[in-house]
């Protein structure tokens, strides 16, 4: 073979080598900030942010309902994290195996920002953030945001919690 065509060889060579790379690189940035992040983020380089007279206010975070019989606590009842209960105070709540997450699971089942429950016209919702695995409400998987009636456990891996009063 000619040295020329050998030239060529290492160089294809080299570039399908970095384009792995930075596939890789692509992955590890979608487990660690969600896929939803690595989205937004090519979304937001192609459109200029308006002006801030013209943003749209956001609208105020649904606060808890004084009903009677609101659940009061999320209950961690299987799991590593078995025993946390968490006070339910109106703020949204993240579970995952990310460190800023509200509830840290260190499942391996689990992904870094796996589900949230927030508050909703006197309910809590159980909405999954894209996980591998999925979140299960019952025996029901989540595949949009539900509401969680007390006592049913929401399984995410091998951690299952519950809202109680």
Do not use: C
């Amino acid at each position: 073979m000619s040295p020329f065509t050998l030239t060529l060889i290492k160089l294809a060579f080299l570039a399908v080598l970095w384009l792995f790379v930075i596939a890789a690189v692509g992955v590890i940035r979608a487990d660690l900030f969600g896929s939803k992040a690595a989205s937004k983020a090519a979304g937001r380089a192609s459109q200029p942010r308006p002006p801030r007279a013209a943003r749209q206010p956001k609208p105020p975070r649904p606060q808890r309902s004084a009903q009677q019989g609101a659940p009061t606590k999320l209950v961690v009842v299987q799991g590593e994290r078995a025993g946390t209960v968490i006070d339910l105070t109106g703020v949204p709540i993240t579970i995952g195996r990310a460190n800023d997450a509200t509830l840290v699971v260190t499942d391996d089942y689990a992904s870094s920002r796996h589900a949230r429950l927030y508050a909703q016209d006197g309910q809590w919702i159980v909405e999954d953030l894209g996980s591998t695995n999925g979140t299960y409400l019952g025996r029901t998987k989540v595949s949009r945001p539900m509401p969680i009636p007390p006592g049913v456990p929401v399984r995410i891996g091998k951690t299952v919690i519950e809202l109680r009063k």
